[in-house]
């Protein structure tokens, strides 16, 4: 029977739901983010009430001491849900990479926790020394209150990634028919639209990276000038707005547009390969000294991401007017009720069956 693209019914928010493996996939990532939030909330929660009232005397490293553990909680919890976000956005458009990319970023979760044991460790004895907990809690109270949550979470994690993987590979199966019917067996066109949909999986994964880089440095990092201070936190939005340029000019394939965005990917790179010089310079260490490894963690894994996205604009560019915009964008004139409210949005979007191509 013939199916046109103008005739399909609007893709719901839970439709994905109705594949199989699409519900295990999510199952685990959101079983994953309930218990992850909920322990690192508990560790949150039982630091901020082991607490002095008044802490008005700590000297500036002592506070920025201070702020380390409750910035990392909350970028693990922002971690948890972020992946559950993309989950949920990759199983809606089904995109594999994006899949493969989560495992990844999973991998990278499950590293990440293991470092946080003895970053806060550590912290908590630093903390203890300058008097900053009430009488009743001291060093071993709150790390023997924190210690069992902090070592089951890694083990937790890595659990859901190896079953995110298997998940990931029945997944990988099921979407491959999905496009094979939606863009045919044309080997040029299906890789034209793999690079186009590992590129908008990076522009995600790039914003988690570099807000949990800025994040760190915005609330921890000492010795800022207010320029710089200032600079840093209007550079959020500025990304916000670069990524989702990049995403719309590719899927238009406007190559003026697209240089622009990698002249700004350059920019990028350059930023955080000065950052990660300035956080080992003599002159500078000691302001980065409360989260110089997780600083340079972050750093690195974004000067990778930006690299690579760069490489892939560039294989996007070299694709343009080869009739993939064809299947990204909706023709002029359509019913606006048929229309996706995430047209225009960064996501992967299904390319549009044609009128001729029919399956029995």
């Known amino acids: 029977m013939a199916s046109n693209a103008a005739s399909r019914p609007k893709k719901g928010v839970f439709d994905f739901l109705e594949s199989r493996w699409a519900k295990i996939f999510f199952s685990i990532v959101a079983l994953q983010a309930i218990i992850g939030v909920t322990f690192e909330a508990y560790i949150f929660g039982k630091f901020q009430g082991s607490l002095k009232d008044d802490t008005s005397s700590l000297s500036v490293d002592e506070e920025a001491q201070m702020l380390t553990i409750p910035t990392f909680l909350a970028l693990f919890i922002f971690g948890f849900l972020y992946v559950l976000f993309l989950t949920w956005d990759a199983l809606r458009w089904k995109n594999t990479i994006q899949i493969i990319g989560l495992c990844i970023a999973n ?19 630093r903390l203890n020394n300058a008097d900053i907990f009430r009488p009743d809690e001291a060093h071993d109270a709150v790390w023997n209150a924190c210690a069992p949550f902090l070592y089951t979470i890694p083990p937790v994690i890595g659990v859901f990634t190896i079953a995110m993987s298997v998940c990931a590979w029945q997944l990988y199966q099921e979407f491959a028919w999905d496009i094979l019917k939606q863009i045919g067996a044309d080997y040029r066109m299906k890789k034209r639209f793999l690079h186009y949909q590992i590129f908008i999986a990076l522009l995600k994964f790039d914003f988690f990276f570099f807000l949990g880089f800025t994040i760190q440095f915005l609330v921890v990092v000492t010795g800022k000038t207010d320029i710089e201070l200032g600079l840093t936190a209007a550079a959020i939005p500025v990304t916000i707005v670069i990524l989702l340029c990049a995403a719309f000019f590719t899927q238009r394939e406007n190559r003026i547009g697209m240089g622009a965005v990698i002249l700004l990917f350059f920019g990028g790179l350059a ?44 294989l996007c560019m070299s694709n343009f007017n080869k009739g993939l915009k064809t299947h990204l964008v909706k023709p002029k004139g359509r019913d606006p009720e048929k229309d996706d409210m995430n047209s225009f949005q960064m996501t992967d979007q299904k390319p549009q069956l044609v009128a001729r191509m029919t399956i029995d």
Request: net charge positive; no cysteine; aromatic share 14%.
């Open 107 to 125: 991998l990278a979760l499950f590293i990440y926790t293991i470092l946080q044991i003895d970053q806060i460790d550590s912290s908590i004895e």
């Open 271 to 314: 930023y955080f390969l000065f950052k990660l010089v300035r956080i080992y310079s003599v002159a500078r260490r000691e302001h980065y000294k409360a989260v110089k490894r997780s600083l340079t963690a972050f750093a690195v894994m974004t000067i990778v991401l930006i690299i690579i996205t760069i490489a892939n604009a560039f």
